[in-house]
C-alpha cells in the first residue's frame, strides 16, 4: 500500500523542523557584542492624500495590509485586479516609531537595516533624510549613527508608485527606446516595468495579474555596536582533483568600526575537520576567507533519485581579543557540477548536459514562479507542499524563472534537502533594459547580494542571466531596425557580460554561468554573445511552444539539446475558480473567463488542441458543461506535456540527422500565481492537475515510452541508471473497448537496457499485431504496456498508446462508475474503491477543496474494479470525502 499522506505530512514536519532549526542557527544574535532591535511589526501606513489610514505588519505590502484590515476583499476575487488599480497608482507611506535602550545609545555605530523594501522609496529617520532605494531584490544599510535619539525615534519610508516611476524613467531615456513599452493588451497590465528593479511579473504576465506591488517586503532591524558586525558568510566546498581531497572555503563579510584582532575556529564536527585561523581587521567593510581543509572521506550530495542529500553542519566560531564572539552553523554538502559542451560524434555542434560528481545527469522537472502575487503571503507550507510535489514527481530539478523574485532562503534549503538541483535566472525577462550607470549600479549590488546569499546551497547548479532575451534580440521581437541592432547587442553585453556574469565569475567558481536562456552557450559567446538562432537544436537549450500542431505527432518536436521551456495551458478545478467567482462567471464565454485569460487566443487554442483527439463536452446542463470542459483542458495539457516529455527522454541516446542527445526536460511551469487558466501542472493552493499525476510517470527512473513510427509499434526503455544494467522484458496487452476481455499478450525477447540511455526493446507492425490478435480493430482497442523483469517482476509505470484518435474510437461506452469509500486506518489515508460496467478512459477524481492527492488519478480503468488511495492533508472522514468526490472519464462529457 501507497501510504501516500503519512509519508508526505511526516516528511513535511520533518523538513519543516529540521529547517526551522537549521536555518535559526543562522540567524545573526548580539554576538561580537552588536544589539539588534527589530522593528518587524505593526506600523502606521497612509496614501498620498491621507484619505485611507490604517495599521500594516512588516514585512508586507499594501494590498494585503489593506485586505487585512477590510479596506479591500481578496484582490483575486473575479475582476478586483482591475478594480484596485488605484493602489499601485497611488504613494504610500509606512511610519513606525521605536525607542533604543540606555546601554545601546553609547556604542559607536549604528545602522538601519532594509533586507527589502518594494521598491522606490525615500526614508527618513527623526525627520533627516537617510536614503533612497530603487530595487526590490537587494538589501540597504543606512548608518544613522548620532541620529538615534533618548526616546521616541520616528522612523517613515515613503513609497513612490512604481508605475509612476517606471513611467518616468522611460520618458527620461529620450536617446533611444528600450521595448517593450507596454505588455499585450490582453494581460491587462502595466507599462515600462524594465524600467525598474522589481518582479517583472507583477506588471503582469500571461499567467498572471498586474499587482505591482508597494510595501517593506523583509525584515528591518536597527544594528548597533562598537567593534563589527558580520554582513553575511557563506560556504563554498571545493574538490581538489590534484590531491583527491576536499576543502570547504568560508568567507566572511564584515562592517568593522573599530581595528581589532581574534580568532576564527572553523569545524565539521562529522567530518573530524577543524581548525583555527588568525584574524586582523581594520576599519571598513571588508571580505575575509578562510579554508577548511577536510580530513575524512565525505558523502555526496545527490541530485534525487541517484543517491543521498547529505548535509553536514559546519560551525563557524569568532573570538576577538576583547571577548566579543560570533557563533554560527551553516549546513554544506560535498558535490560538483560541470556544464559539458563538447562535440559529439555525428552531429554538428555541441552537447549540453549537467555532470553532477562526474556523473552525467538527465534532469527531470519544470519551471517555477511566484507562488503568490503578493510575497508576504508566500508561506512555508506553501513552499514545502509545492517542493514537495515537484519530488513525488519524481522531478530532480527546478528552474527559478527570471520574472519573478529569488526565493527566500527557506525554498533553497529545501531543495538541498530534497535533492532538487536548481536553475537560477537573474530577473530580468522579455525586455530589454536600460544601461544608465545608476540602474547598472543597483544591479550589480542585487548580483552580488544575491550570489553571496544563495552559492551556500548546493541545490544551485547553474547561474543564468535572463528570461528569452538574447533570443529576443536574435529573433526580432520588438522590430528593431538593422541599423539599430548593434546598439541593443552592445546594452546586452554591457549588462548581462560585463557586469553580470563579471560578477558571478568574480564571487562564484564552483558553477557554470549561461548569459541567457534559450542560449547556444558557447556558441553564443563566439557570435558576440548574441546568436544568430538561440534556438538551435545543435547547441544549449530550447525553448519551444507550438499550440496549433498536432501535441500527439511527435515528429513535430525539436529534437533539443535541452529543453527548457514547452507546455500546454489548462484551465484548474471547478473548486479552485469557484474561490473567485460567482455562477454568472462558470462558462467558456463569460467575461470572467475572458479576463482570467492572460494568453491572446488561449482559450481556443486548447480547445483545438483537445478538438483534434477528443470529442467536447456537449452536456446541455450549462454547470456541467464548464466542469466538463475544464477536465477536457487538462486531459489535453497532460497528453500533450506527456507526449512531448516522452520523446525528450528517448532522445537522450538519439541522434537523428544530427540532432539529438537531449539531457534536460524542463515544462513549463509547475505552479500558480492566482486561480486561472495556465500551463501550470499544480494549481494555485497545491491541488493536482492531471498532468502532474502523469509526471510521476513519464519522469519515472525507469520507463517504458510507445511510438507508432512508419506504421511500427516501437517501445523502448529509457534508465537514468549510472551503471546498473537491467534484464527486461516489454509486455504488451491489446484490451477492447468493449469488454474487459485481454484479446491478446506479446512479450519481447530479454533486452539489457543501457545505464543512462534509451534502448529500442519491442518493435512490431502494428498491422500484423492487430492481424495476429484477431477482433481488434486500430478503432475496438488499446494497447497497454510495461517493463518486466525475466522473473515477472513490474519495473516501470504502465504506460499506453492510442491505435487511432480517441474521438474515433469503437465500442466505448458510459462506465457508470460507482465507488465506496473507506477508511484505511492509516492517517488521514482513504481507500477509494470504483466499480464500472465498461472501460473507462481518464478517469478522475476530484474531491473539490478537501486538501491532498491521490495516490493515482486520469487512469485508463480496464477492469471492472480499481482502489486507489487518497491522502488528506488535513483532518477529514469518509463521509465528507463522500459527499465531495466527483468522477469523470472521457466518455462521460459527450
Not at 287 to 299: A, D, P
Not at 412 to 429: K, N, R, T
Request: contains cysteine; charged residues 20%.
Amino acid at each position: 500500500m501507497n501510504h501516500v499522506v503519512w509519508y508526505f505530512t511526516c516528511f513535511y514536519l520533518l523538513a519543516v523542523t529540521f529547517l526551522d532549526s537549521a536555518l535559526a542557527s543562522e540567524v545573526k544574535s548580539s554576538s561580537l557584542g552588536v544589539d539588534v532591535i527589530s522593528l518587524n511589526g505593526k506600523w502606521q501606513l497612509l496614501n498620498s492624500n491621507s484619505s485611507v489610514s490604517l495599521s500594516a505588519e512588516v514585512p508586507g505590502c499594501v494590498h494585503t495590509a489593506l485586505q487585512r484590515q477590510g479596506f479591500i476583499s481578496d484582490p483575486y476575487y473575479r475582476f478586483n485586479d482591475l478594480a484596485y488599480r488605484w493602489i499601485s497608482l497611488d504613494n504610500w507611506t509606512y511610519t513606525t516609531s521605536f525607542t533604543v535602550p540606555t546601554h545601546v545609545r553609547g556604542k559607536g555605530k549604528a545602522v538601519l537595516v532594509f533586507e527589502g523594501v518594494d521598491t522606490v522609496s525615500t526614508i527618513s529617520l527623526n525627520g533627516v533624510t537617510i536614503g533612497k532605494t530603487d530595487n526590490m531584490f537587494r538589501r540597504y544599510d543606512f548608518e544613522v549613527t548620532g541620529l538615534l535619539k533618548d526616546k521616541e525615534n520616528i522612523l517613515q519610508v515613503w513609497i513612490m508608485s512604481a508605475v509612476t516611476y517606471a513611467s518616468q524613467r522611460s520618458h527620461a531615456h529620450t536617446e533611444y527606446r528600450v521595448p517593450p513599452d507596454c505588455p499585450p493588451p490582453v494581460q491587462k497590465g502595466e507599462c515600462h516595468g524594465n524600467f525598474v528593479r522589481k518582479a517583472q511579473s507583477s506588471f503582469s504576465w500571461d499567467w498572471g495579474p498586474s499587482f505591482p506591488t508597494l510595501g517593506i517586503w523583509k525584515e528591518v532591524r536597527v544594528e548597533v555596536f562598537n567593534t563589527l558586525r558580520v554582513l553575511s558568510y557563506t560556504t563554498n566546498p571545493k574538490y581538489d582533483s590534484e590531491h583527491s581531497s576536499w576543502n570547504v572555503e568560508v568567507e566572511l563579510f564584515l562592517d568593522v568600526y573599530v581595528a581589532s584582532k581574534g580568532l576564527v575556529h572553523l569545524s565539521i564536527p562529522l567530518l573530524r575537520s577543524k581548525s583555527e585561523f588568525q584574524l586582523s581587521l581594520t576599519p571598513g567593510q571588508s571580505k575575509k576567507s578562510f579554508v577548511l581543509q577536510i580530513n575524512e572521506s565525505v558523502s555526496l550530495w545527490w541530485p534525487f533519485g541517484h543517491g543521498e542529500q547529505r548535509l553536514y553542519y559546519l560551525t563557524i566560531d569568532v573570538k576577538l581579543e576583547g571577548g566579543e564572539t560570533f557563533n554560527a552553523d551553516r549546513l554544506v554538502a560535498f558535490r560538483t557540477v560541470e556544464l559539458v559542451q563538447e562535440p559529439i560524434p555525428s552531429s554538428p555542434g555541441l552537447s549540453f548536459y549537467f555532470r553532477i560528481n562526474g556523473k552525467p545527469i538527465f534532469l527531470k522537472g519544470s519551471n517555477w514562479i511566484p507562488a503568490h502575487a503578493f510575497q508576504d503571503e508566500v508561506t512555508t507550507d506553501m513552499i514545502t507542499i509545492l517542493l514537495r510535489s515537484a519530488q513525488k514527481a519524481n522531478m530532480n530539478a527546478l528552474r527559478v524563472w527570471g520574472g519573478g523574485v529569488y526565493e527566500q532562503d527557506f525554498f533553497y534549503s529545501l531543495c538541498d534537502m530534497y535533492g532538487i538541483m536548481i536553475w537560477q535566472d537573474f530577473m530580468f525577462a522579455c525586455a530589454l533594459y536600460p544601461t544608465e550607470k545608476d540602474f547598472i549600479q543597483t544591479v550589480r549590488e542585487e548580483v552580488t547580494q544575491q550570489v553571496r546569499r544563495l552559492k551556500s546551497h548546493p541545490s544551485v547548479v547553474i547561474w543564468s542571466g535572463n528570461n528569452e532575451n538574447e533570443a529576443a534580440i536574435a529573433t526580432d521581437w520588438f522590430n528593431i531596425s538593422v541599423a539599430e541592432r548593434p546598439l541593443y547587442v552592445k546594452d546586452f553585453v554591457n549588462l548581462y557580460v560585463e557586469n553580470i556574469r563579471d560578477i558571478v565569475l568574480q564571487e562564484d567558481s564552483t558553477r557554470p554561468f549561461l548569459v541567457s536562456s534559450p542560449t547556444n552557450g558557447i556558441e553564443s559567446e563566439k557570435e558576440g554573445w548574441v546568436a544568430k538562432n538561440p534556438y538551435d537544436p545543435h547547441y544549449g537549450d530550447t525553448h519551444y511552444y507550438n499550440y496549433y500542431n498536432d501535441c500527439w505527432d511527435w515528429t513535430a518536436f525539436p529534437r533539443t539539446r535541452f529543453a527548457s521551456e514547452y507546455g500546454f495551458q489548462s484551465w484548474p478545478s471547478f473548486s479552485t475558480l469557484s474561490k473567485v467567482s460567482v455562477s454568472s462567471d462558470w462558462n467558456f464565454s463569460s467575461n470572467f473567463s475572458a479576463h482570467r485569460q492572460h494568453h491572446a487566443d488561449g482559450n481556443q487554442q486548447m480547445l483545438k488542441q483537445a478538438e483534434l483527439h477528443y470529442i467536447l463536452p456537449n452536456s446541455t446542463d450549462p454547470m456541467q458543461r464548464y466542469r466538463d470542459t475544464i477536465y477536457i483542458t487538462q486531459v489535453m495539457q497532460a497528453q500533450c506535456v506527456k507526449s512531448q516529455t516522452e520523446f525528450y527522454r528517448r532522445s537522450r541516446s538519439d541522434i537523428v540527422k544530427g540532432e539529438g542527445h537531449t539531457m534536460g526536460t524542463l515544462y513549463w511551469q509547475l505552479n500558480d500565481i492566482w486561480q486561472g487558466p495556465s500551463w501550470s501542472s499544480v494549481e494555485f493552493g497545491g491541488k493536482w492537475k492531471m498532468l502532474h499525476y502523469w509526471a510521476t510517470d513519464f519522469y519515472a527512473p525507469i520507463l517504458s515510452v510507445g511510438v507508432e513510427d512508419k506504421g511500427n509499434l516501437m517501445i523502448y526503455a529509457i534508465s537514468d541508471s549510472h551503471s546498473e544494467q537491467h534484464n527486461v522484458k516489454a509486455k504488451v496487452k491489446l484490451h477492447s473497448w468493449s469488454s474487459f476481455n485481454v484479446v491478446c499478450s506479446l512479450e519481447s525477447n530479454v533486452t539489457t537496457i543501457k545505464a543512462g540511455g534509451s534502448t529500442l526493446v519491442f518493435q512490431h507492425p502494428i498491422s500484423d499485431l492487430l492481424t495476429q490478435c484477431g477482433n481488434c480493430t486500430r478503432r475496438s482497442c488499446i494497447a497497454v504496456f510495461h517493463l518486466g523483469s525475466p522473473e515477472g517482476q513490474v519495473i516501470s509505470p504502465h504506460n499506453h498508446i492510442f491505435l487511432s484518435s480517441p474521438r474515433h474510437v469503437e465500442g466505448l461506452q458510459k462506465p457508470n462508475i460507482t465507488f465506496t469509500v473507506k477508511d484505511t486506518e492509516v492517517v488521514q489515508n482513504f481507500f477509494v474503491t470504483l466499480h464500472c460496467s465498461f472501460p473507462a478512459v481518464y478517469v478522475w477524481l476530484d474531491v473539490d477543496d478537501i486538501p491532498g492527492h491521490f495516490d493515482v488519478n486520469g487512469f485508463l480503468m480496464l477492469s471492472k474494479k480499481a482502489t486507489v488511495i487518497f491522502g488528506a492533508w488535513r483532518n477529514t472522514t469518509v463521509e465528507e470525502i463522500t459527499a465531495n468526490l466527483h468522477i469523470t472519464s472521457l466518455r462521460d462529457v459527450y
